[in-house]
């Protein structure tokens, strides 16, 4: 069997099912989801894909994952690259960068 939208969307269901009702399996959702999906899905996660399951806290609504950060650099320090370094240089990236005043 392979992962079609309707069985991923089917195990997502089973999976909060199950880990309402058994403790052990919540946990194990926790510490190995790829086993916790394989449990009830009776499919193996394709090689190289991560997932993370993460808990609801109590009193909590929703719980909003953001993506991970940008590294891409804003306009003020593309401009400070591209003319050398800004009046703020040696403040603001001397963990990065060896300049001298």
Do not use: Y
Request: charged share 30%; glycine share 8%.
């Amino acid at each position: 069997m392979s992962w079609t939208e309707e069985k991923i969307n089917q195990t997502m269901i089973d999976i909060k099912k199950k880990a309402t009702e058994d403790e052990a399996f919540r946990k194990l959702c926790l510490d190995n989801p790829n086993e916790a999906i394989k449990q009830v899905s009776d499919i193996d996660v394709p090689g190289g894909l991560k997932i993370n399951i993460i808990e609801n806290e109590p009193g909590m609504d929703h719980t909003i994952i953001l993506p991970p950060e940008s590294h891409t650099l804003k306009d003020e320090g593309l401009d400070q690259i591209a003319g050398g370094k800004g009046p703020d240089c040696l403040t603001q990236c001397t963990e990065h960068c060896t300049l001298e005043g």
